[in-house]
């Protein structure tokens, strides 16, 4: 059985390794070569009657753009040989086109546009940077992502990555297009959803945007190899992402297709205590999984956006297994689906579980604390645990209604398998089989050899005794 550990072990980690996209993070110097002291824009988003996201921030999108970008702009000036700009001071509505011919005629090497998100549905969470298509503004916007975005991910924001957007016109944010257009490189940076829950925590004070402005500083400081005496800090030696791609670079090219694969293989029901274990796997060669969410009515509704597993779009990796523990109602005939989400929010939806039986339990008495009785709740024993969901063990002390655990070798091999594994032991039975096969072969090859020569022997004492 330990063979078998092993072989599956094996596999899994040969999956997790090299399926879906990678991005080597080794280090490497900037691509982008900047003659004297380096000049850079700071550009607030929106102003004047243009307000920008106006869901459920603590000011209009225009005013916290105005703040992070006037800290990034008094954190950029404590740095010795660098010149900064901001492309509005006050509260005024600017066109793209002049925005860009302002970064024109200051000779800028960078233009940052400083924004804050919200998405149509207010589920999005996490903070995404938006980079050139055009060589090879995509490879310097890629190295100054990674250091913007390595600094947010370090503070446990969620990571929505690097990206482009392909539009009519060439490029489809028109400030990137406008500035690009002038032979400058630019970059979008969306700090975080002001209208979701998880990120609101990040954004929700004028301390936050602040601090937003300092962080953007410290990664442009890195990127551009910068010292500051009054920071006392020296970033001269600074080692940025190493890029082996050349541009564009795949990770950042929009993902149109939804996920490959998603399935949720039944695990097991605990009627008792109202719970229904399942395994979910999922791929998507393109890009990484980011998110999922989870119904229980057979589609009708579905939960709000959860992380998924392991999902760390800057190395380009994800679990690609997890196990997924809900909490069902009293009264319910539960239906489950599980929606995959790649980084570009496409999504895949899985096959149905349709429970044979409806769940009736003393809902006052199981319901307080779902991971207290740990003998009821299926969870991560001889797994890995559940560290890289960022929220599955937390999250349900307060009440959630599901808990993930990220699943090893070792527990997938024990619980019901996936199709995957399925194929992967026939395929160890197969070899099993055919080593069997060649044994025996052998065996009775050498039996054969033993008795002719035996036969031989006994012709040749029979000759003997008749001569
Ligand atoms: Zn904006």
Redesign the pocket.
Known sequence: MKFFKAIFGASALFLILFLGPCISASAAGRLQPIDGNPVIVIDP??GGENM??QTGGIWD?KYM?MVTAQALYDELCLYDNVEVYLTRTTDIDVSFQERAAFAQSVNADFLFSI??NASETHELFGSEVWVPLSAPFNNYGYQIGYELLTGMQERDLLIRGIKTRKGDRGEYYAIIRETVALDIPAAIIEHCHVDEDRDKGYCDSEEDLIQFGKDDATAIAKYLGLKSSILNVDYSDYQLVDISDSAPIASTLRDETAPDVCQITFLEADYDAGYLSFSVSAADYDSPLLYYTYSIDGGQTYSERKIWPGSDVLAGKYDDIFILNLAVPSGTKPSVIVRAYNMFDPYTESNRYDSPETFYYNEAQESEDPEANGDDVPSEEGGTGAEGSGEGTGASAAGDSESVAVSGSAVAAEKPVSFVTFLEICLVIVIFLFIILLISQGIAYHNRKKRRRQRRNDAGENRNQHR
């Open positions: 988003g929106h920008g996201t999108e753009d924004h804050y």
